[in-house]
Antibody
Framework: EVQLVESGGGVVQPGGSLRLSCAAS????????MHWFRQAPGKGPEWVSF????????YYADSVRGRFTISRDNSKNSLDLQMNSLRAEDTALYYC???????????????WGRGTRVTVSS | EIVMTQSPATLSVSPGERATLSCRAS??????LAWYQQKPGQPPRLLIF???TRATGVPARFSGSGSGTDFTLTISSLQSEDFAVYYC??????????FGQGTQVEIK
């Protein structure tokens, strides 16, 4: 089955850290760029980070640059997001998302996981 | 930053009727525009890319049109499973791209 399954979410205090993971299956993971998106309650999706199929190109949203780090392991079909210095405004459902291409030529997304919830609160 | 504005915020439609959703970009995005459907408790689902191309498995009652700054998603005859929130997304200025705020299609 073609799917993405996220894990690692939870409740963390402001300033804390979390590491999200995504397990991919049912498609050739190493051929595609991957993203993390997030969605706060009642809001639209927000792009967080991009990683090229071979990890040679990485981008971040301004709101998370310097605090979040995206990585992937093509041998394990896995995608990670290390989140440090978390803030209340990082509270959201975080989605692992597959691009239609391997690099920046895509930009739209044909497979989304069901998400893992991150709550930043004291 | 390209701002995407969707209208209306909420659209009340009876089953079997046509629904027309609009999306306007603050700057031209060519046809680099996608539409997503999101139902409660589910992730977004790709419906349309390239402004008018249906994604795999999307029923023919969904159609997209437009280019530049003005785009439309039309659902020709609403089915019960179509009641959801619809988002437009521009990927001309990518990354980061930008989503609209969504249109809620509800049962009239």
């Amino acid at each position: 089955e073609v799917q993405l399954v996220e894990s690692g979410g939870g409740v963390v205090q402001p300033g804390g850290s979390l590491r999200l993971s995504c397990a991919a299956s049912g498609f050739t993971f190493q051929n595609y760029a991957m993203h993390w998106f997030r969605q706060a309650p009642g809001k639209g999706p927000e792009w967080v980070s991009f990683i090229r199929y071979d990890s040679r190109s990485i981008y971040y949203a301004d709101s998370v640059r310097g605090r979040f780090t995206i990585s992937r392991d093509n041998s394990k079909n896995s995608l990670d997001l290390q989140m440090n210095s978390l803030r209340a405004e990082d509270t959201a459902l975080y989605y692992c998302v597959k691009d239609v291409e391997g690099d920046l030529t895509g930009g739209f997304f044909d497979l989304w996981g069901r998400g893992t919830r991150v709550t930043v609160s004291s | 930053e390209i701002v995407m504005t969707q209208s209306p915020a909420t659209l009340s439609v009876s089953p079997g009727e046509r629904a027309t959703l609009s999306c306007r970009a603050s700057h031209r995005v060519s046809t680099n525009l996608a539409w997503y459907q999101q139902k409660p408790g589910q992730p977004p689902r790709l419906l349309i890319f390239g402004a008018s191309t249906r994604a795999t498995g999307v029923p023919a009652r969904f159609s997209g049109s437009g280019s530049g700054t003005d785009f439309t998603l039309t659902i020709s005859s609403l089915q019960s499973e179509d009641f959801a929130v619809y988002y437009c997304h521009q990927y001309n200025n990518w990354p980061p791209g930008s989503f609209g705020q969504g249109t809620q299609v509800e049962i009239k």
